[in-house]
């Protein structure tokens, strides 16, 4: 009894740990793709395009978009809403925000190629980043609840297609708040580029097989074959 009650212990440490490490170095991932200047995922193409017409830090705009996203999920389903939610919530923009200064610093000039590397390394930080936060099943970022209780309450719809139209409507949206706010083809590029083509197409398959290969093993504590 007292092995189960340990192994059980060990288990919620070890979800906790992988949540907020999986958060936090999504919102590292998110900062190197900005830094590689070619596309973001499409909620971020929506917050790029707010912070174009919204003039504050990227932070604070991420956390007040959030909020109301929240009020959403409280609304209509709350059980969606776990530590990793509130970590996404307080601490992903203003990780995002830091790791694009730093990197701005550290690179001030970036050729094609060394654009191209981070854009790489981005999208597989974010989906091994992603595996660890969905598999410890801590909660879910507020944009993910939307899909999943807009999917939930209409049986006939399935996730897939809601999680389609809600990223469509995101890049559509954060577009033309960019060209609003007189976006040449470069900035716009910059935030509607290959890299959400990227991760429209790409990013389900990695981040299932970080799951199998190696988020769930760690939870399980057994070895990959």
């Known amino acids: 009894m007292r092995s189960d009650q340990t192994e059980t212990k060990n288990n919620w440490k070890k979800r906790v740990g ?36 919204i003039p504050i830090g990227f932070g604070v705009l991420y956390v007040g978009a ?46 094609m190629a060394g654009r191209l590397v981070f854009l790489l390394l981005a999208v597989v930080i974010m989906c091994l980043a992603s595996s660890f936060y969905f598999t410890a099943d801590m909660g879910v970022s507020t944009y993910d609840a939307i899909s999943l209780i807009i999917s939930e309450r209409q049986n ?37 580029g290959i890299g959400t083509i990227i991760t429209a197409f790409f990013m389900g398959p990695l981040i299932e ?7 769930r093993p760690f939870l399980e504590g057994r070895k990959t074959q």
């Open 156 to 192: 006939r719809v399935p996730f897939r297609y809601c999680r389609i139209i809600s990223d469509f409507l995101c890049v559509f949206a954060g577009t033309l708040l960019c060209l609003f706010a007189g976006y040449g083809l470069e900035e716009v590029v910059a935030v509607t």
């Open 66 to 111: 959030n909020i109301l996203l929240l009020s959403f999920a409280f609304i209509f389903d709350r059980h969606k809403i776990g530590l990793a939610t509130l970590i996404n919530l307080f601490l992903f923009g203003f990780v995002t925000e830091y790791t694009l200064k730093f990197l701005e610093g550290l690179f001030p000039e970036l050729n």
């Open 209 to 215: 097989f970080f799951n199998i290969r190696i988020a």
């Open 18 to 53: 992988m949540s907020a490490l999986g958060v936090l170095i999504c919102g590292i991932s998110v900062g190197m793709f900005k830094r590689a200047a070619l596309g973001v995922d499409p909620f971020q193409t929506l917050m790029s395009g707010l912070n174009a017409v």
